[in-house]
């Protein structure tokens, strides 16, 4: 069926439509404003916590060296070895 683009009830309906629209694209607008800063330069991130580095086994096979391994995979994951750079943590 044909639609009559000149009937009233069609006009309300786009008019709302556009002011919707509209109103996404300020408020778009506006968040992507806040996000720029102009000449602000960047500084060096400091490394806040930096600890010893974790040292593998030099035979890293875990059946034949089941001790070193589990050893090696136990300080990987605990927190004694874990450092911190501005938001990430590594080992």
Not at 68 to 74: H, I, M, Q, S, T
């Amino acid at each position: 069926m044909k639609r009559f683009y000149t009937t009233l009830q069609y006009k309300k309906w786009q008019k709302r439509r556009n002011l919707k629209i509209e109103k996404k694209l300020r408020k778009k607008n506006r968040v992507a404003k806040k996000r720029t800063k102009k000449n602000v330069p960047k500084s060096p991130r400091r490394i806040y916590d930096i600890k010893s580095p974790v040292i593998a086994p030099q035979d890293l096979r875990l059946i034949e060296n089941l001790d070193g391994c589990l050893e090696f995979f136990r300080d990987l994951r605990s927190s004694d070895y874990l450092s911190q750079r501005g938001r990430l943590k590594f080992v």
